[in-house]
């Protein structure tokens, strides 16, 4: 028998709880041994007729001292008490298996290390992407590829909310509640809204594709809390959708990476990822492009994710998998040479002509409900040239970067 205890009782806590119950009889198959959940750790109290009150735990002592728990399953969130915990039971022999993108992305390099000097093993697919395969195709199946682009929507709360805005025409704060209910958003949705979540994520996904450590506070990072309603009609009318992106690249050897809302276009593979829906695009130097897409977000898509890292870590007990992250830090290089084209939205008394002395051959828009201004679409430039020239306009009303695709 294969014994677990999970950490945490809340959205994905009891999801991993029900996908083991769920699937017990196939998940053991799959491990060759039965897998039971000999504790829940929660602080909480629950309804009498949940199931999790048999296994419930107030004391993590009795799951770390307990020889007969060889995997502990993390889902507390946030760095602390989750770090101190983990530590402990990677160096007691026990395997964790995290949803945690903030302890993976400050502590992943440090903790893959402990648990090999352990013996045991330190798993985190749920980290990025929810319920997508992506850490483990990034470590195995691509590890022929040098990768040369990450780009992913990696936040299902924020795309959830644009596509409801853009599809229902419903206001911010209406979505983000429903996106709360749903269980998508995090305890403090800024971590969601203002790209937090998305930048560690990130990290982590650079990190593991070049093995070393990519700090997020290193990434710029802008949400999407300053996209109204009328940045999401002019991108309609420019056939463009707006997403949250995540992406890295490596340029003549250089790593660059960054968050911000993007507009793209419907040749762009991300362009039909809607709701809570996340993809994760990859470019590497043989195979060309591959995309891993499914639920980034929600109780059973993440508890999918976690409890394949059980049946990855039972099958493993007492052999660490290789995996290359090394707590060397990878100096990023500067957004300034990134290269885009710029949506710019500015008052109508801007006259057209020193637009376009400032930036070349740009394409205006206008849309009949919005006398009072316009739009144009700057030819691709660096970031640093952008910023050069728009700092001139000093009315300026939104900037979106857009792909051009
Ligand atoms: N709040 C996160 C999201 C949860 O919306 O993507 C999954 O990491």
Redesign the pocket.
Known sequence: MINVAILGYGTVGSGVFEVIRTNNESISKKVGKKVNVKYVLDIKDFPADDPVNEVLCRNFETIVNDPEVSIVVEVLGGVEPSYTWTTECLKRGKSVCTSN?ELVAKHGAELIALAKENNANFFFEASVG?GIPIIRPLNHSLSADEITEITGIL???TNYILTKMSMEGLDFDTVLKEAQEKG???LHPEA?VEGY?ACRKIAILTSLAYGKQVDFEDIYTEGITKITDADIKYAKALSKHIKLLGTSRKVDGQVYAMVCPMMIGKMSPLYGVKDVFNAVFVNGNMVDDVMFYGR??GKLP?ASAVVADVVEAARNLDRTLPMIWSKDKLELGSIDDFKHAFFVRVPADVVQEDVKKAFGDISVVTLEEMKDEYAFVTPVMKEKDFQNKVKDFKSVISVIRMNTK
């Open positions: 993108k929810g936040n299902g709360t998508y958003a995090e969601d979540d980034g977000a993440t």
